[in-house]
């Protein structure tokens, strides 16, 4: 699935390892949460949801 809009930023964890930060733009909040837990997955992760004025849903993850 692609993400529209995405975006990528490199940020330490806690245990000093980088972890890469991206954001994407969602059409609704189900099709947001099915992209996060699509397999593989890549161990664990954080993400944050956030809803637009225009309906749809931005995403912030981890990776």
Known sequence: MSVPGEAAEAVPS???EVRTAHA???ASLQDAVDFVTLPPG???GEAGFSYRADGQ???VYFL
């Open 57 to 59: 849903v931005d995403v």
């Open 14 to 16: 806690e245990e000093g």
């Open 24 to 26: 994407g733009t969602f």
């Open 42 to 44: 890549e161990g664990s």
